[in-house]
């Protein structure tokens, strides 16, 4: 069940009430003797008050059940950090109050929006959080890729919300529904901006957003369906190309800056244990494979110390295992390590998964899993791969180097030594990541380093595959470049790569 559109039983929110000297409440008539039920317990015991716990973040909770008849989420606002009460205290309008009428105000403008039914505040603990409850109907979230039906009738809300001048500041395909029967339906509106006529650049910056999670954003083939739909209801002038371009280049090295600060707060990729004097802090990444219990206990009763290193030098040590490496730096560098894998994790980039940083006396410790087959430049050197395996190393490898530099990230230490091919030999991942850099996703500086390192390091290799080998890494390259940017990548850097890779081989022959 998801919150629902706009119905005839929608109601006005006319019940105000106090639950004794503490939570206060406003709701539809429909919810208000349950809800007043439900406000004279905590938060934390909602679940045993027939509410079922749908979402749990330091931000907030998400229950799903019955009010009453009425199916329904509630959505509890929590203060997680001393700011964050600070701000919540000085606020004319609580987060539940303002999504309510947020809601309320976008049904009035005759769009389909979930139907507000209360809102006010509730107890959890010793603090005093904001809720919202909304209607609840069967439904799923918006994805892509998706039908084309659905995603231009995506495409014309859209379109309407932003000719209404209406910016929703989070609206990301989650928080799209697509109803069983009915228009798709607006929900999570806690921040709107009304600006009147919406400027062609606002516009751009909103699909930007709602297609992010696809390479190429609003301009890539993905969105096809989606942008029909939006320019159906009108032509735009012709440089919102342009505009949908520049923002989707934006918001992703935005995004990219946003996703690495999970790296050492609790969120659904970090567990972030807390700081103890004298005591190692440990963050574990909890997401996609990450860090379960068995993997814990197995890292916790781990002593590197125990095992001879790999490596050792001005950098700090490395630990090879059966099940991990673990590498050991200063603790500004481990910190930069740690963040260097969030970073490959947003762009799609193959790497060990990682599974806890550990700081502790100006040192620190970074634990991710093993890959179990050797280098790449082993297996080039060994002449065990066939053809076939050797073009789609070189395919992979220049698709991987294409979203690295799309992103703006570079590798100073981008080696055939650093590349491992995956188990089932589709992927190539890297490995050591202590020279991942982050620049301007428009800026060519380093691009051509990289390209000409690798370039350089294929052909001491022996040139495997010859020429069209080389080609096949290229037109990778270019494809994954330009399918992120929506540009090709420039000559000049190609020319420099080539420059580079002549550089490296007279220095190293």
């Known amino acids: 069940m998801v919150p629902q559109g706009p119905t005839p039983g929608n109601q006005a929110l006319t019940h105000s009430a106090a639950v004794g000297d503490g939570p206060k409440f406003t709701a539809a008539p429909s919810v208000a003797g349950a809800l007043e039920a439900l406000l004279a317990h905590d938060v934390g015991d909602w679940g045993a008050r027939g509410l079922d716990e749908v979402k749990q973040r330091t931000v907030r909770r998400v229950f799903r059940g019955r009010l009453g008849d009425e199916p329904v989420y509630v ?18 309008a609580a987060k539940g109050e303002r999504e309510a009428k947020n809601l309320a105000d976008v049904l009035a403008a005759g769009l389909p929006a979930v139907a507000p039914l209360a809102h006010g505040l509730a107890r959890e603990g010793d603090q005093l959080c904001s809720f919202v409850v909304t209607r609840a109907i069967d439904a799923a979230p918006f994805s892509f890729p998706a039908d084309d039906a659905d995603a231009r009738a995506a495409g014309a809300l859209l379109r309407d919300v932003h000719d209404r001048g209406l910016v929703p500041s989070d609206l990301h395909p989650g928080n799209l529904l697509l109803p069983a029967e009915g228009p798709p339906t607006l929900c999570d509106l806690t921040s709107v901006q009304r600006t009147g006529a919406l400027p062609m650049r606002r516009r751009a910056q909103g699909l930007a957003f709602f297609c992010n999670p696809m390479d190429g954003g609003p301009l890539g083939p993905a969105a096809g369906a989606l942008m029909d739909g ?12 342009a505009e ?4 989707a280049r934006q918001l992703r090295a935005t995004s990219l800056r946003s996703f690495g600060r999970r790296r050492t707060r609790s969120c659904r990729h970090t567990e972030a244990e807390p700081r103890q004097r004298a005591k190692p802090q440990t963050f574990w990444h909890v997401g996609e494979r990450g860090a379960d219990a068995d993997t814990r206990t197995a890292l916790l009763a781990l002593d590197p110390d125990a095992h001879e290193a790999r490596r050792r030098g001005r950098r700090g040590s490395v630990w090879v295992l059966d099940a991990f490496v673990v ?21 799609g980039i193959a790497a060990p998964t990682p599974l806890a940083l550990r700081l502790h006396a100006g040192r620190g410790r970074v634990f991710t899993r093993r890959l179990p ?6 297996e080039l050197g060994s002449g065990r791969l066939d053809e076939a395996a050797v073009a789609a190393a070189a395919r992979s490898l220049g698709a991987m180097v294409g979203r690295l530099h799309a992103h703006g990230l570079r590798n100073r230490d981008l080696k055939l030594e650093n590349l491992v091919r995956d188990p089932e030999g589709r992927n190539v991942a890297m490995v050591d990541l202590d020279g991942v850099t982050l620049h301007s996703a428009e800026d060519t500086r380093g691009c051509g380093r990289d390209l000409g390192r690798l370039l350089a390091a294929w052909s001491a290799a022996g040139s495997p595959g010859g020429e069209p080998t080389v080609c096949r890494f290229v037109r990778a390259y270019a494809r994954s470049r330009r399918r992120l940017l929506q540009q ?14 002549r550089e490296w081989q007279t220095s190293h022959g």
């Open 244 to 247: 949908l371009a520049r923002a």
């Open 373 to 378: 087959l050797p280098d790449l430049a082993a």
């Open 327 to 347: 590498k050991d730096r200063d603790q500004g560098k481990a910190r930069k390590l740690w963040l260097a894998h969030y970073w490959l994790l947003f762009a």
């Open 75 to 92: 959505k509890v606002f929590r203060a997680d950090t001393i700011a964050a009460r600070a701000r919540r205290a000085l606020a004319t």
């Open 488 to 501: 090709p990548p420039m000559q000049r850097l190609l020319m420099h790569a080539e420059k580079r890779a």
């Open 230 to 241: 939006y320019l159906h209801k009108g032509a735009m002038p012709p440089r919102f190309a």
